[in-house]
């Protein structure tokens, strides 16, 4: 599967972006789908997942209540809604796509997209 990643932006703490990952190839709903994200100068870190059978989800307690994960299967694609932004959102956010049905750990991930930046200003 191939992912693409894509909606991120400069945006004032506060405030809201969706980031979007468009797969193609297999159809995602064979895979968990995470989002991840690297500030600088810090290792990536989960953010959220959407596991693949039964689309419960699960965050990170960073986001938790301000991020939400959601997957549109007939468009193939996951987003990411991000509201009440910090400027500690600022980082560059990766979706991935993963074999298991749930899972945070990302080495448990097999399918990288190619990162998109959020940038959140004070």
């Known amino acids: 599967v191939q992912l693409q990643a894509f909606g991120g932006g400069l945006v004032q703490a506060g405030g809201s972006l969706r980031l979007s990952c468009a797969a193609s190839?297999?159809?995602?709903?064979?895979?968990?789908m995470g989002w991840f994200r690297q500030a600088p100068g810090k290792e990536r870190e989960f953010v959220a997942e959407i596991t693949r059978n039964d689309g419960n989800t699960y965050y990170a307690d960073s986001v938790k209540g301000r991020f939400t994960i959601s997957r549109d299967s007939a468009e193939n694609t996951v987003y990411l809604q991000m509201n009440s932004l910090k400027p500690e959102d600022t980082a560059v956010y990766y979706c991935?796509?993963?074999?298991?049905?749930?899972?945070?750990?990302?080495?448990?991930?097999?399918?990288w997209g190619q990162g998109t930046l959020v940038t959140v200003s004070s």
């Open positions: 991935a796509a993963s074999w298991a049905a749930r899972t945070i750990r990302m080495d448990e991930y097999d399918y």
């Open positions: 190839g297999r159809t995602f709903t064979t895979y968990a």
